[in-house]
């Protein structure tokens, strides 16, 4: 039984095709002819395939607004118009992108395969001459409308590649700065360069170890969170002032402090800066008695010498310090007054006149007998006016 | 932002036949009457589809072209030639400087826009990976 008021090929029994699949039926749909009755069988045979969203365009022009408006899946393109013809609507789409995008069946007339060529070669996907068999119809749309759908899918996927490589460049940029909270970005750089071990001596630098006393005392009469609060804001501090003069803080054992000047990267005035970061945490610290209304004390000890230095073990490591160095300024701190920076011969040595010393007297130390030492009272352009 | 198309040709006649068949079009149209304008305007304006006719006083089609072909962002624009003759010398000389096709005048407007809406579908083949 043949549907009499479609525009199809009815020369044999036609059988009704089937409906497209219910992914394709949704889609949208534009029809472009200037003859309302091609409009019309198109359109019914569209419908009668199942397909709900279909529009139409009187002519060329009509046709260029309405690609403007709206993103369509797909154009059925009658290519005799007057005014503006077919060819002249797909040369527009070429240039534009903003009409393109969207594929093209042309509905000719004309049934020369030259005709088809050209067609094709002006960037339609496919020609059907009028008025179209409904099979043959069925079957060009669904292809059509098909590779669209997979060509969409793919810039979507492109897109959330896109989206997800940002997402990991934005994960590598978070590590790489807790990396570098850790270690040194010197001694980072050749972990990431893929040394293993990272140890080097090192002829002079300059150690400062900072120990708060009466911490513990405090410790037994404040409830845990507030002192963390507070050895937090004290250590911050510090954090700030090593910063800010260009040291290397090491690690902070319990309720001490300890830097170096000189590394990991040797510089020639690794003492002074050592010297006028000690003098500003003192400082710090009194600063922050005031704001807490507490009365804690420091004592300071620093040291120069040689070190070696570097990173070891697998999980949780630091970059750290090992030698007499060392030992001799924890051993200056331990042998320091509250509130004073204690310092070695060595250190005064390399202190030069920038600094106003005191001598202090002799420490015995582990390994090298009696140490000269003195205590650090001040710059030295502070001092000026005063003798 | 939409495509820019340029029309060099002495003759206001065929100017204006152009600007009339490119109205339609979503495009800015941009005019020359010899070839010195056409490279100023092009030089400017980088148009994505040069109309452009052979014989034209001040600077002809082809001197147009070999400036053009030197000049690193003109040198690859599409251009569609308009020539009252086509003698195999003439086709040979501009396809050597990169003419994407021709229409001898008088032309039929049609031949035209099929020439164009081929020429620029082949700019626009690498559309896949255009994501």
């Given at each position: 039984m043949s549907d009499n008021n479609s525009i199809t090929a009815s020369n044999e029994v036609s059988v009704k095709p089937e409906e497209v699949s219910e992914s394709l039926k949704s889609a949208e749909v534009l029809v472009v002819d200037d003859s309302r009755m091609m409009r019309a069988g198109l359109t019914r045979s569209l419908k009668q395939l199942g397909f709900t969203n279909i529009s139409e365009a009187v002519d060329g022009q009509d046709a260029i607004n309405k690609l403007l408006d709206k993103s369509y899946d797909l154009m059925l393109l009658d290519?005799?118009?007057?005014?503006?013809n077919g060819m002249e609507v797909l040369a527009a789409m070429n240039l534009n992108p903003r009409l393109g995008g969207v594929p093209v069946i042309v509905i000719s007339g004309d049934e020369q395969i030259e005709k088809a060529v050209q067609c094709i070669e002006a960037g339609a996907e496919d020609y059907l001459t009028k008025p179209p068999h409904q099979t043959l119809l069925r079957a060009r749309v669904t292809t059509s409308l098909e590779k669209k759908r997979l060509r969409d899918l793919d810039k979507l996927r492109f897109a959330q590649l896109q989206a997800e490589k940002e997402l990991v460049e934005l994960e590598k940029e978070k590590s790489e700065k807790l990396l570098l909270n850790i270690l040194p970005s010197a001694i980072a750089g050749r972990l990431k360069g893929g040394e293993k071990t990272i140890a080097n001596g090192h002829a002079t630098v300059s150690v400062m170890f900072a120990d708060l006393c009466g911490f513990t005392a405090l410790s037994r009469k404040t409830n845990p969170a507030e002192l963390v609060a507070m050895l937090n804001g004290i250590f911050t501090a510090f954090d700030t002032i090593v910063e800010k003069y260009g040291v290397e803080k090491i690690k902070t054992i319990g309720d001490c402090y300890m830097m170096v000047g000189g590394l990991p990267i040797h510089r020639d005035d690794h003492a002074r800066v050592v010297a006028a970061a000690a003098l500003e945490m003192v400082e710090a610290l009194d600063l922050l008695n005031e704001q807490n209304g507490t009365n804690l004390k420091m004592r300071v000890g620093i040291h120069t010498g040689p070190v070696v230095a570097g990173v070891i073990g697998k999980i949780k490591f630091t970059y750290d310090l090992w030698g007499d160095t060392v030992n001799v300024a924890s051993r200056m701190e331990s042998s320091g007054l509250p509130g004073m920076v204690h310092l070695s011969e060595q250190t005064q040595t390399a202190l030069q006149d920038h600094f106003v010393l005191e001598e202090r007297g002799f420490v015995e130390c582990k390994g090298l007998g009696q140490v000269k030492t003195f205590f650090l009272k001040g710059h030295a352009e502070a001092q000026a006016g005063g003798h | 932002m939409n495509p820019k198309i340029l029309s060099v040709d002495d003759s206001k006649t065929i100017r204006m036949l152009l600007k009339r068949l490119f109205t339609p079009f979503v495009c800015e149209l941009f005019e020359a009457g010899d070839g010195q304008e056409g490279l100023d305007v092009a030089t400017r304006e980088?148009?994505?589809?040069i109309i452009l006719d052979y014989n034209m006083p001040v600077m002809d089609g082809v001197t147009m072209l070999r400036h053009m072909r030197e000049n690193p962002e003109l040198k690859r624009t599409p251009v569609i030639m308009l020539t009252a003759e086509a003698s195999p010398g003439i086709i040979a000389t501009v396809a050597r400087l990169g003419v994407r096709d021709y229409v001898t005048k008088p032309f039929d407007s049609d031949q035209l826009m099929e020439k164009v809406a081929r020429v620029v579908a082949l700019e626009r083949r690498p559309e896949i990976s255009e994501a």
């Open positions: 290519m005799e118009m007057p005014e503006m | 980088k148009p994505n589809l």
